[in-house]
């Protein structure tokens, strides 16, 4: 059992990739970071030297809180967080923990670089339809939470990128766009690293539905009506992102736990509702 204010591997696991997953901060030391950059997926770094400063800017958020053991760094971050309002945790054995587990790490390899608020910056072809939407929702859950998403004229992207420091995806000659077979989707799964099970169901229904191949998963003709219908119900591309998330949580949910359920009716005994 975890010790209090202590949030387990095996916990955090359960969360990251949902929308009730904590803010995830990691206070590692530079020479720690230096032995392996990667970084739980989502993962903020902030300088535990100057917590004083930046405690404030988590009230009333959930935070869990990375050092390299789980000891006197993420302990004290986390106790100055909760002493602002912040509902806060430390990882019990830290990033060693984590790693040792084999659980999903981003690697940093291909992470754009991030504004002065700490968030990255993308830009994309409007009127999103599967890919344009799977991409940010990926990016948001695994990645960077606080990530911001451009709309633009096709002809537009590249010098938007240009102009504001954004990131181009899904457009013809960047790197993160379709590669053979695969949709964009699923090469930032491969870039960032963030592999699972889960994932790769996802990834076979948002292919299928990107390049009409829906014969690549059951679910993908599904998603692709239900992507159909939100780009019609929507004229605002943000609008319609945010939408969209619920559909993809919904659908990662499924792809992580619920695989082998049916639908039963009327239900059979003992059968869950």
């Known amino acids: 059992m975890a010790a209090p204010n202590t949030i387990t591997t095996a916990q955090l696991a359960r969360l990251i990739g949902t929308p009730d997953a904590p803010t995830i901060l990691d206070v590692r030391i530079a020479d720690d970071i230096a ?23 988590f009230a009333g958020q959930s935070v869990a809180v990375v050092c390299q053991r789980g000891q ?7 106790a100055w967080l909760r002493q602002s309002g912040t509902r806060a945790e430390n990882l019990e054995g830290g990033f060693e923990a984590w790693a040792a587990g084999k659980l999903p790490l981003v690697r940093p390899d291909h992470m754009p670089p991030r504004d002065r608020l700490g968030r990255t910056l993308w830009v994309t072809r409007t009127r999103p339809k599967i890919d344009r939407i799977a991409c940010p929702w990926l990016i948001r859950r695994f990645v960077d939470p606080n990530a911001l998403f451009l709309f633009v004229g096709p002809s537009e992207v ?28 699923d090469v930032m799964i491969e870039a960032f690293g ?34 159909l219908g939100l780009s019609r119900m929507y004229r605002d591309d943000l609008a319609q992102l945010d939408a969209a998330m619920f559909v993809y949580d919904a659908l990662y949910r499924w792809a992580r736990d619920a695989t082998g359920e049916t639908h039963d009716w009327p239900a059979t005994p003992g059968a869950r509702a």
């Not at 032995?35 to 800017?57: E, H, M, N, S, Y």
């Open 35 to 57: 032995l392996d950059p990667r970084i739980l997926p989502g993962t903020q770094f902030r300088d535990f030297r100057k917590v004083a400063d930046w405690v404030g800017d």
């Open 72 to 78: 006197k760094l993420s302990h004290g971050v986390a």
């Open 158 to 185: 590249a010098d938007v990128a240009d102009r504001f420091g954004a990131t181009p995806f899904d457009i013809e000659g960047v790197f993160w766009s379709h590669r053979g077979e695969n949709c964009t989707f």
């Open 194 to 227: 963030v592999q699972s099970d889960a994932l790769d169901r996802v990834a076979a229904i948002v292919r299928g539905a990107d390049t009409a191949a829906l014969d690549l998963a059951p679910e993908a003709a599904g998603l692709l009506a239900v992507s």
